[in-house]
C-alpha cells in the first residue's frame, strides 16, 4: 500500500520545493497543451488522446486520494506494492490509484477498495535506505473498478474510463473562481503554506483543473475527497469543493481569534498593572479605597474578631502586612490570602457550652444505646467531674507544685469492640447527651501524615490536615471528634499517620498541636477525642499508650432481644414503609433469627435480616394479598429460605467421633467455635497441621504433641503407637487464618481422644494455652468466647484456673445457665472433657495375667538352669 510522504520528515523541505517545480511543471505542460496540443499525451496527462489498456495494476491508497491532472508524492512500503511499482516502471508506467475503505487496514482485498480512482504515470522513483519506495505520480485520468482478474503478486483489473461532465457556462465559471478566492483566504492564513504555490493555483482557469488542484492541496476527510472525485458533474464538484472551504476558512479563523486573544490576556494583564497603579493613585488623591485595600481592612477586623492566640495573632498580621505590598496579580497573593483566610476561620474562641446535667446524660445514653453500661459510666463521670470542677472553681485549693504538667481537661478514649456493636453511634449519642457538635473522620486506608498534620504552604493546593479541617467546618473548639476504624491506618513512603495522631491524642501535647500548613500551635485539649477500633493488635503501641482503652464485648441473646424490639424493628418499620399494626414480630421468631440466621458478636445482619423479612411482607401488602402478618418461626424460613447456621445436634454429630474437640477462639469480629481434629495412619512418627495456622498455633501444636507423649502412660497410651503412627491435625475453614496460643489445651484433647478412643463429651468447649509441663495458662477474650459458646448452644466451659475472675464480666444470664470448670493442668482438662475409658472385661484380665506369671516362672526357671 501507498500513503502520503510525512509532513515532517527530515527531508521535507527538499521534497516540498521537487514537489513545487514538479506542480509547476505540470501546470506549464497543461496550459501548452491547451494552447497548441503538441505535447505527449502520457508524459503530461493529456486527456483523450491517451489510449488506456483494458486492465491495470492497482496499487491501493492508504487514506489519500489522486486526482487527475495533479502530482503526488507517494512511500510504497508492502512488498507487493513494491513489486508492483517495479513492473511499472519497466513497462508502460501506467497504473491505477485507488482508495481504502478502511486506512487502517494493513492488506485490502479488491472487496476493501472505493469504486472510482485514477490512471497515473510514474515520474520519478527513489528508493530509501529503510526499503521503502518513494515515488511522484501524475494522475490522467478517472476510471471505474470493474472485474478484478488478479489478486497475486498483486491486484490487476479490468478498468472503465469515466470522464467527468464538464460544464461550459457562467455559473461553472464563477463557482471556480470563488472556489480559487476562498483558497487564497485560507492560504493567507497558513503562513507555512508556499506563497508561489498559492499564485500558482490563483493563476488557473480549467474548473475541472481548479477542482482537483485545491482538492489535492486542502486538508479533509478521506470521504469528502473520495467523494469529489466521484461526483461526474464538475458544477458538483466546485459545490462540494466550496462547502469543505468555507468550513475549513472558519475553523482557521476561529484558530486565529484564540490565538489573538491569548497574545491579548498577556498584553491585558500587563496593561491592567499599569492602569491599577494609575488607579491607585487616583484614589490616594482622591481619598477613595481600592478593592484591595477594602479586602485588607476585612481580614484585619476579622483578626481583631477571632480572638486568636498570641502567636497565631502575631502570624496572621504580618502575612497580612505581606499581602497589602503585594499586587493582586501575583501568583503569592493567592497563596496568603487563602493562608489568611483559613487562619481566621478557624474556631479560635467559639465553643458550645456543655450540658452538665448527669441525669439528662444518662436519660439520653439510655435511649440511644441498650447495655453497654461501662462507656455510659465513663461518660457520666467525665460530666460528674467537670460540673464538680466548675461548681468549685472559686474555691481555694493548693496550688500545683508541678511546674512541667499542665492540668488535663479533655478526654481521649478508644472503643474495641467487633463490628456492629455500637461504637460509632455511641459517639453521636455523647454528643447528644452533653449538648456538644460531632464530627467523624473515617481513618480506614489513609497512608498519608499529611492526611493529619497538613502540608505545607510551598506545595501547590496545600491545605490543613483533617483535623483541623473538621474543626473549622464544625465551628466549635470543644466538639465529639470520632476517629473511626483507628486500627485500618496504614503507611508507606508518605509516612505513617499513626505516629501524626500522637500528637493530637496525648494530653500533655495536644494543646499546643501544630499542623504543617497553619504553623502555629492549636488548641486541642477541649476536644473530645473517641477513636474506634476491631482490634488493639494493629493500633502502635505508643498511640495505643496514650488512650483509655474501652472494651465493647458482643451481645448476648436477651439483649440481642431487647434491640431488636427496642430500635432495630421500629426503624426497619419506617424505612420500609410499613405501619407498626401491620407487622409483628413474636420471640420464636427473633430467636430464630438471631441463632440460625446471624450468628454474630453485633446486630448489624440482625438488622439486615428483620428488614429483609419487612421487604417480603411489604410486597405482599402492596399486591393485595394480606394486610397483616404475625411473624412466627414458619414465616421467618419461608421469607429467609434455609437456616444458615445449625443448632448444637451438628456440633454434637461432628464431635462424636474421637479426636474431633470444639475449642473457643477470639477475634476482631468477637468470638467464635474452632473445632481441631485429629487422625492417624500407618506410618512412622510424622505429624504434620493443616488449615491456615500461623506460627505460633503451629508451636501450640508441638507442644501439644510432645506432652501426649511425655505422658503416654498415665493417658494408657502404648509407645509403640507413635512409632508406627502418622498423626495429621487440622483446623477446618481453612481459608480462614487462624494463630494464637490459647487453643492448646483443645489440640492436646484432640489428641488423647483420638489415640485412646475417647470421645468428647457433648456440648463441651474449652480454651487455655499449654506448657511441656502440663500447666493450663491464662488467655483473653473470656467473655467474647463464653458469649461465642452460649450463641453455639454449648453448655460446658472449660477455663484456665486463673481466668476465673474474668467471669465478673460475663453476664448473669449467660452465667447461670452454663457451667464452668476451672482447670490447672491437662489433666484436669482431659478427665473433665472426655468420656471415661471403658474398663475392659475381667477375664481377658485374667489371661493376661496368667500370661505374664507363666512367662516370669519361665524366665525363672531358665535362669535356675543356667545356674
Not at 482485498?109 to 469504486?115: A, E, V
Amino acid at each position: 500500500m501507498a500513503n502520503r510522504l510525512a509532513k515532517h520528515s527530515p527531508d521535507h523541505e527538499r521534497i516540498r520545493r521537487r514537489i513545487y517545480k514538479s506542480f509547476q511543471f505540470l501546470v506549464f505542460s497543461l496550459s501548452a497543451k491547451k494552447e497548441d496540443g503538441s505535447h505527449d499525451p502520457q508524459a503530461e496527462g493529456g486527456g483523450d488522446k491517451l489510449t488506456l489498456p483494458d486492465t491495470l495494476p492497482i496499487l491501493p491508497l492508504r487514506g489519500v486520494v489522486v486526482y487527475p491532472n495533479t502530482a503526488v508524492p507517494l512511500t510504497v512500503g508492502q512488498p507487493r506494492s513494491i513489486k508492483l511499482v517495479d513492473d511499472v516502471v519497466v513497462g508502460d508506467k501506467l497504473v491505477g490509484l485507488v482508495a481504502a475503505l478502511n486506512p487502517e487496514q494493513e492488506m485490502p482485498g479488491p472487496n476493501d477498495l472505493y469504486r472510482v480512482g485514477t490512471v497515473a504515470t510514474v515520474h520519478r522513483l527513489l528508493r530509501a535506505p529503510d526499503g521503502t519506495v518513494r515515488l511522484l505520480v501524475q494522475g490522467i485520468e478517472r476510471f471505474r473498478l470493474g472485474e478484478f482478474i488478479e489478486q497475486e503478486p498483486y491486484l490487476r483489473a479490468r478498468i472503465l474510463r469515466a470522464p467527468e461532465i464538464d460544464e461550459k457556462n457562467i455559473d461553472t465559471d464563477a463557482l471556480a473562481r470563488n472556489a480559487r478566492d476562498q483558497f487564497q483566504a485560507i492560504t493567507q492564513m497558513i503562513p507555512s503554506f508556499p506563497e508561489e504555490l498559492a499564485t500558482s493555483i490563483l493563476s488557473l482557469e480549467d474548473p475541472l483543473q481548479t477542482v482537483y488542484t485545491i482538492a489535492n492541496f486542502q486538508r479533509m476527510e478521506l470521504k469528502d475527497a473520495q467523494e469529489i472525485l466521484e461526483l461526474d458533474s464538475v458544477y458538483n464538484k466546485l459545490k462540494k469543493l466550496i462547502t469543505l472551504l468555507v468550513r475549513e476558512a472558519e475553523v482557521l479563523q476561529i484558530g486565529q481569534k484564540i490565538q489573538n486573544e491569548a497574545r491579548g490576556e498577556i498584553e491585558k494583564v500587563q496593561r491592567d498593572y499599569f492602569l491599577r497603579e494609575q488607579m491607585k493613585a487616583i484614589q490616594r488623591e482622591l481619598g477613595e479605597r481600592d478593592e484591595q485595600s477594602v479586602e485588607i481592612e476585612e481580614f484585619r477586623k476579622k483578626i481583631d474578631e477571632a480572638k486568636m492566640p498570641e502567636e497565631a495573632d502575631k502570624q496572621a498580621r504580618r502575612e497580612l502586612d505581606r499581602l497589602s505590598r503585594l499586587p493582586p496579580a501575583a501568583a503569592e497573593y493567592g497563596v496568603i490570602r487563602t493562608y489568611l483566610d483559613t487562619l481566621v476561620s478557624l474556631p479560635w474562641s467559639a465553643s458550645t457550652a456543655d450540658n452538665l446535667d448527669v441525669a439528662h446524660a444518662r436519660r439520653v445514653l439510655n435511649q440511644d444505646h441498650f447495655g453497654l453500661e461501662d462507656v455510659k459510666d465513663r461518660i457520666l463521670e467525665f460530666l460528674a467531674i467537670r460540673k464538680l470542677r466548675l461548681d468549685r472553681i472559686h474555691d481555694k485549693k493548693e496550688e500545683s507544685t508541678d511546674l512541667i504538667r499542665r492540668e488535663r481537661e479533655g478526654v481521649i478514649l478508644c472503643f474495641v469492640g467487633p463490628p456492629g456493636v455500637g461504637k460509632t453511634s455511641l459517639g453521636q449519642s455523647i454528643a447528644r447527651a452533653m449538648g456538644r457538635k460531632f464530627i467523624r473522620a473515617s481513618l480506614g486506608g489513609v497512608r498519608d501524615e499529611a492526611e493529619i498534620r497538613g502540608h505545607r504552604r510551598t506545595y501547590i493546593g496545600a491545605m490543613p490536615g483533617r483535623i483541623l479541617q473538621s474543626l473549622r467546618r464544625v465551628a466549635s473548639t470543644n466538639p465529639v471528634f470520632m476517629l473511626d476504624e483507628v486500627d485500618k491506618l496504614t503507611n508507606d513512603f508518605h509516612g505513617d499517620p499513626s505516629s501524626a495522631l500522637l500528637e493530637a491524642l496525648d494530653p500533655e501535647q495536644n494543646s499546643e498541636f501544630r499542623d504543617n500548613y497553619l504553623e502555629v500551635a492549636y488548641d486541642l485539649s477541649q476536644v473530645f477525642f473517641i477513636a474506634t477500633a476491631n482490634t488493639l493488635e494493629y493500633i502502635p503501641g505508643p498511640l495505643r499508650d496514650r488512650m483509655e482503652i474501652i472494651y465493647l464485648s458482643g451481645y448476648t441473646e436477651s439483649e440481642k432481644m431487647s434491640i431488636a424490639r427496642g430500635y432495630l424493628i421500629p426503624r426497619q418499620i419506617r424505612e420500609n414503609s410499613l405501619r407498626a399494626n401491620e407487622i409483628a414480630f413474636n420471640d420464636e421468631a427473633l430467636r430464630m433469627i438471631i441463632r440460625q440466621y446471624t450468628r454474630e458478636a453485633g446486630v448489624r445482619n440482625l438488622e439486615r435480616k428483620i428488614g429483609a423479612v419487612c421487604r417480603k411482607v411489604g410486597t405482599r401488602i402492596a399486591e393485595g394479598k394480606k394486610k397483616k402478618y404475625r411473624i412466627n418461626p414458619k414465616l421467618v424460613e419461608e421469607f429467609l429460605d434455609n437456616p444458615i447456621f445449625l443448632g448444637p445436634e451438628e456440633l454434637n454429630k461432628r464431635t462424636s467421633i474421637p479426636g474431633v474437640v470444639p475449642g473457643l477462639a477470639w477475634t476482631s469480629f468477637g468470638g467464635d467455635i474452632l473445632l481441631v481434629e485429629a487422625t492417624s495412619m500407618p506410618g512412622g512418627r510424622g505429624f504434620q497441621i493443616t488449615g491456615s495456622i500461623g506460627n505460633v498455633m503451629q508451636e501450640s501444636a508441638r507442644a501439644a504433641l510432645s506432652y501426649v507423649r511425655s505422658r503416654s502412660t498415665s493417658f494408657g497410651i502404648s509407645h509403640e503407637y507413635f512409632d508406627k503412627h502418622d498423626i495429621h491435625m487440622h483446623v477446618p475453614a481453612g481459608s480462614q487464618p487462624k494463630d494464637g496460643p490459647s487453643a492448646g489445651v483443645t489440640m492436646v484433647t484432640s489428641l488423647v481422644s483420638l489415640i485412646s478412643g475417647r470421645k468428647v463429651k457433648p456440648q463441651v468447649g474449652m480454651t487455655g494455652e499449654i506448657t511441656l509441663r502440663g500447666q493450663v495458662l491464662p488467655i483473653g477474650g473470656v467473655k467474647e468466647k463464653v458469649l461465642a459458646a452460649h450463641r453455639s448452644g454449648l453448655t460446658t466451659i472449660i477455663l484456665p484456673k486463673q481466668n476465673e475472675k474474668d467471669l465478673d464480666d460475663v453476664p448473669d444470664e449467660i452465667r447461670k445457665t452454663m457451667k464452668f470448670i476451672f482447670a490447672e493442668t491437662v489433666e484436669n482438662v482431659i478427665s473433665s472433657a472426655l468420656e471415661k475409658q471403658k474398663t475392659r472385661k475381667k477375664p481377658a484380665a485374667k489371661t493376661k495375667t496368667t500370661k505374664q506369671k507363666a512367662t516370669r516362672n519361665a524366665k525363672i526357671k531358665s535362669t535356675n538352669r543356667r545356674r
